[in-house]
């Protein structure tokens, strides 16, 4: 069964900051999507990572997909508080779960001034 | 421009009443999937459906039920409403042109009294 884990859970920052959210998975896999959500909002996509080695940035973030670690990292380059949110990853099964994605279990990030 | 709406947005209803929680996509995708999301358990899915006529339980599937007739819509059902079932419903598509890629519904907010 397919396990996914972020850490940190919670997240307060500063602005101006940088800091790294990490997603770790326990099968393998080499598609990872990250997902943003503001308070009561839907969820809106990211990033989509389809590759070892996978590097995309918008903006302040910029997600990276290591898939012999099971690994991905969000990271955060001079908060703004406009980032604010609750950030998900989330795996796709592969095999007969193709297409079916497995989340974390969110990381709520908080930008103080 | 394709979308995926739900509704009703809101709904209230009463334990024991069936209540159907409606999902419609004009993406085109052939994937869909119903989430809850609760406090602290993050997203769990609850049914998905790989194309008409398929349809898979979830990690939470019990109590719920769902159907899949034609391309564009996956409605929800809830048999006999319980108060547990209180929760935000998501649903979600994706297709192979999306690289799999989950998009969002706004939600439904469902109350169970």
């Known amino acids: 069964e397919l396990k996914v884990e972020q850490n940190p859970l919670f997240l307060s920052m500063q602005e101006g900051k940088n800091y790294t959210i990490y997603c770790n998975y326990s099968t393998t896999s080499d598609r990872l999507y990250w997902y943003r959500q503001d308070p009561g909002k839907s969820l809106e996509s990211l990033f989509v990572?389809?590759?070892?080695?996978a590097v995309k940035q918008e903006g302040r973030l910029m997600a990276s997909l290591d898939t012999k670690a099971r690994l991905s990292t969000l990271h955060i380059t001079a908060a703004v508080h406009d980032l604010s949110a609750t950030y998900f990853c989330?795996?796709?099964?592969?095999?007969?779960?193709?297409?079916?994605?497995?989340f974390g279990q969110g990381t709520i990030l908080t930008v103080h001034p | 421009d394709a979308e995926i709406t739900q509704s009703p947005r809101h709904k209230i209803t009463e334990t024991g009443r069936q209540v159907t929680l409606a999902c419609h996509q004009t993406?085109?995708?052939?994937?869909m999937f119903w989430y809850r999301q609760d406090l602290g358990h993050g997203l769990r899915l609850i049914h998905y459906s790989y194309g008409v006529q398929d349809t898979n339980k979830g990690e939470v599937s019990d109590g719920y039920s769902v159907s899949r007739s034609n391309t564009e819509d996956l409605p929800l059902t809830l048999e006999s409403a319980a108060s547990s079932q209180t929760s935000v419903y998501f649903c979600a598509s994706s297709g192979v042109r999306s690289s799999y890629e989950q998009y969002f519904g706004p939600g439904t907010r469902l109350t169970v009294t």
């Open positions: 993406w085109n995708h052939n994937n």
């Open positions: 990572l389809l590759s070892n080695g």
């Open positions: 989330a795996v796709d099964g592969g095999g007969t779960s193709y297409g079916k994605l497995t």
